[in-house]
């Protein structure tokens, strides 16, 4: 199932990116983001794809978003917020994310919004996988 969605995926990068010459072997992560400005219930979302090694996708830094990826901190940040973690009583607007795919080879569907502190922080580590987009103050 894992080399399906990860083939799904190059398939997706590959025909986004103009056809690029990449072995399947070589993409450990693929991933395919979606943003909703507005919530998940508002609008239309933003959707963009990167595959790493080479970093090629539709997002503003590829590169970026593959560092980012490939770092302690970005793995980190795609886990959900423990249900007992104390969170600063913040709200950062009413933009949420999905993340779907493969990351070092293991699968993800991370859920992102801005609703407190540590959502917020996750929002931020992963920030360079988010398409471009204005958020709503």
Sequence with gaps: MRRILCLLLL?????????????????????????????????????AQLACGPAIGS?????????????????????????????TELYGGPAEARIVGMVAGEPVDARLSRVNGCEIERWQVLRALLPAAELPV
């Design 11 to 47: 398939a997706l990068l590959v025909t986004a990116c103009g056809g690029e010459d990449v072995a399947v072997e070589e993409v450990e992560t693929a991933v395919v983001v979606t943003l909703w400005p507005n919530g998940e219930a508002q609008g239309s979302p933003l959707t």
């Design 59 to 87: 997002l503003p830094d590829n590169a970026a978003a593959c560092t980012v990826l490939g770092g302690e901190d970005g793995r980190m940040a795609l886990a959900p917020v423990p249900a007992d973690a104390m969170c």
